[in-house]
């Protein structure tokens, strides 16, 4: 075992408690295949499944082991598998809204109706590097988005700008992104022609797990193979696109760097949607909620009212109308989220109940 490689510390250690007098032993799991888990200890690798009484206890799509997972785990003699007894409190993850019934539809792209649910993506991340590209492709919106996403998972945010190379104007595209990413260093870099690379490296260290967030085309691949290395992307990825030579990724993995630090590859991080209570806007909107409150009424909509504490913020220049324009899209994403959340959590008690019953 060589749990501290893979990023084990002290937070994991204490939850292991519990189990260490038991036999079991904990894990990362850096892969999931259908129903069998990748899992390395450091040194070895381990085939995992769910255990029975496991299985039996989840109901969420949540409570399954994702991607980064620490999971507690038995070895069984003459088995090629482990089974897998229990996840480990998370320190940090990334989960998106899961439709998990009929009845959807994706309008101004939200996915509204049929029932949701939190699905984890990546677990236990210390670092997210937020990717803009510095071409005709730059977003500031989607970074904005980002930014609430990266707060929410608990990880460290970095905001990297790529492909510097293209682009003349470098400080007004700063400039655009400070006003939306209050705090969080950013990096202007070319990954394709190494340009200021080292800047990044110098952010990443030993046993960090990092997760890359980003629109496509963006040099999320680019990136991750700088950082990786092309021998660990030809090692350890499943498949290449054909014709291209693209690296694709095809299902969650967790590459390891010699150097000690780790990177969470998912389709589904490339896809991330909002997920979470209305409060998560609390520290990615923190210019904006300044001025919330201070209305002259209550229960002001900022629209017309005399004495809007929001209309003024605008007129004066200290938050762009733009800026409160996506504080209100992205409350509006949460807020219908959360309720049908709460249909959801009275669905699944009925489900508990129901198992209970017939089985007592
Ligand atoms: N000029 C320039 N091009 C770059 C740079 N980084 C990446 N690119 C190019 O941008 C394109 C997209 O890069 P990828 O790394 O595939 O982007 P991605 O974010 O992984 O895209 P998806 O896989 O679609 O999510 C490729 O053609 C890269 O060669 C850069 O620093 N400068
Ligand atoms: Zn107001």
Redesign the pocket.
């Known amino acids: 075992m060589n749990l501290e490689t893979v990023g084990w510390n002290l937070f994991f250690e204490e939850h292991f408690y519990h189990y260490k007098n038991k036999g079991l032993l904990p894990g990362r799991v850096l892969g999931k295949n259908k129903e069998i888990y990748t899992i390395t200890d450091g040194d070895k690798t381990f085939y995992g499944k769910l255990s029975g009484k496991f299985r039996y206890k989840i109901n969420l799509s949540k409570d399954f082991p994702a991607v980064g997972d620490w999971v507690v785990f038995q070895t069984k003699e003459n088995s090629p598998f482990v089974y897998i007894q229990a996840v480990l409190p998370r320190k940090s993850y990334f989960s998106r809204k899961q439709p998990i019934s009929g009845g959807r539809k994706i309008k101004n792209g939200v996915i509204v109706g049929g029932s949701t649910e939190e699905q984890i993506i990546a677990s236990n991340i210390d670092k997210v590097l937020i990717?803009g590209?510095l071409?005709g492709d730059f977003d500031i919106r989607r970074i904005e988005r980002y930014v609430t996403l990266a707060y929410n998972s608990g990880a460290v945010p970095i905001i990297i700008l790529?492909?510097?190379?293209?682009c003349e104007e470098v400080d007004l595209y700063i400039e655009q992104v400070r006003s939306v990413a209050l705090g969080i260093p950013i990096l202007t870099?070319?990954?394709?022609?190494n340009?200021n690379m080292s800047s990044l490296l110098g952010h990443i260290h030993s046993a960090d797990t990092i997760a890359l967030l980003?629109?496509?085309?963006?040099?999320?691949?680019?990136?991750?193979?700088f950082l990786l290395g092309e021998e660990i992307q030809r090692k350890q990825t499943i498949s290449k696109a054909t014709g291209k030579g693209?690296h694709?990724?095809t299902s969650a993995e967790l590459l390891i760097h010699p150097l000690g630090y780790m990177i969470i590859d998912t389709p589904g991080l490339?896809e991330v949607q909002l997920w979470g209570e209305e409060d998560i806007l609390e520290e990615s909107f923190k210019d904006v909620i300044a001025f919330l409150g201070k209305c002259k009424y209550s229960n002001c909509n900022h629209q017309t009212e005399s004495g809007c504490a929001i209309k003024e913020a605008i007129k004066d220049g200290m938050i762009s109308e733009k800026r409160f324009e996506s504080y209100q899209n992205q409350f509006d994403e949460l807020y219908k989220l959360n309720k049908k959340r709460t249909q959801l959590d009275i669905q699944m008690s009925k489900k508990q109940k129901q198992r209970k019953l017939f089985r007592f």
């Open positions: 990717i590209g071409d790529n492909k510097v190379d293209l870099v070319s990954a394709e022609k340009i980003g629109s496509s085309g963006v040099g999320k691949s680019t990136i991750t193979n693209k694709t990724t490339r």
